[in-house]
């Protein structure tokens, strides 16, 4: 069964602290990891998509890494309106929709 | 451009009544899909249409849950005989090419609240 399962749970960091978000897959025949970001009370935002390993995506303070089992989003110097929830999916066997993990909350503290 | 809007944004019922969602895609978009998302999950998937066919509705949980997409737009989530378990959030997403990728844009969603 595909399955996506995100790292830590919650994370606490102060402005400018730099560290990773972790989202590791299985699925057979990977077509695609999709990260978004999600606010309060807001639907999902597209972020990146990654569709090899070895392959890198940026956006401002985030970069988004694919091997073939995980990928990473990494942020650097964050800052308090980075705080967010940011979820990863990968589309499902039948290519029908994502399946997403349960996120990873990030707080930027200044 | 205008994105995907959701009508109502919130929605409080009573318990074994009917409720409509509705869903208007980004103009130009043939895929739209319907996730519902609970308090601190993911979005799951429940129901996908190409054009005005539903290609896979697979997520929906039971019978009590259906959906329609009339003229290949605006899209509606119909659940019947309501229970505390459908209160969620209800997120519709659509996508230009779905045969090519994935990328999907999501609306604002509608929280529903069976009491």
């Known amino acids: 069964e595909d399955q996506v399962t995100q790292s830590p749970e919650a994370l606490r960091l102060q402005e400018g602290e730099s560290s990773s978000l972790n989202c590791s897959y299985t699925?057979?025949?990977?077509?695609?990891l999709f990260w978004y970001r999600q606010d309060p009370g807001k639907g999902p935002e597209f972020l990146f998509t990654?569709?090899?390993a070895g392959e890198e995506k940026e956006k401002e303070r985030l970069k988004a890494t694919l091997t073939k089992k995980e990928s990473f989003l990494h942020i650097t110097a964050p800052k308090p309106e980075d705080s967010a929830t940011y979820l990863c999916?990968?589309?499902?066997?039948?290519?029908?929709?994502?399946?997403f993990g349960k996120g990873t909350t990030l707080s930027v503290s200044s | 451009g205008a994105g995907v809007s959701q009508t109502p944004s919130n929605k409080v019922t009573e318990k074994g009544k009917y409720v409509e969602l509705r869903c208007d895609p980004i103009?130009?978009?043939?895929?739209l899909y319907w996730y519902r998302q609970s308090l601190g999950q993911g979005p799951e998937f429940l129901i996908y249409f190409q054009g005005t066919g539903a290609a896979d509705d697979s997520g929906l949980p039971n019978d009590r849950f259906f959906a329609v997409r009339p003229e290949g737009s605006v899209s509606t989530l119909k659940i019947q005989r309501t229970e505390r378990g459908d209160s969620a959030v209800y997120l519709c997403?659509?996508?230009?090419?779905?045969?090519?990728?994935?990328?999907?844009?999501f609306g604002p969603g509608t929280r529903l609240t069976v009491t």
């Open positions: 997403a659509s996508s230009p090419n779905p045969g090519q990728v994935y990328e999907q844009y």
């Open positions: 990654l569709y090899s």
């Open positions: 699925v057979s025949g990977l077509r695609g």
């Open positions: 999916a990968v589309p499902n066997q039948a290519g029908t929709a994502l399946i």
């Open positions: 103009s130009g978009h043939t895929a």
